[in-house]
């Protein structure tokens, strides 16, 4: 089976050192009309063998705002509050069920 491309993004820390993760997937909720990524570094050994598969990855998740024609065309918010986390797991859950499903 092929292995789709991911979308790779760089985001640097508080301290200005850059780290590459990959983009799982974006959302945006119709209710509030936010937008929110979900990225996974990437690691050291790019090399992914069928042990790596099955460990847990740490996700990141950050509400974001598209800025085209900017040099940075989005803008990364940290998520605040208990209610946009609520909807980012229930979305994790989701893609992580669907990937589950794709994998039988």
Known sequence: ???EEKE??????EHGTEHLFDELFRFTVDTTGNSYLL???VGENEEETEDD?????E??????E?????ENDIALFPVET???WAVIEE?????SEEQEDEEE
């Open 1 to 3: 089976m092929a292995q």
């Open 8 to 13: 790779r993004i760089i985001i640097p820390d």
């Open 39 to 41: 990225v996974v570094p």
């Open 53 to 57: 598969e099955d460990e847990e990855q």
């Open 59 to 64: 996700v990141f998740a950050f509400r974001y």
């Open 66 to 70: 598209d800025r085209e024609g900017e």
């Open 82 to 84: 208990d209610e946009e």
């Open 91 to 95: 979305m994790l859950n989701t893609f």
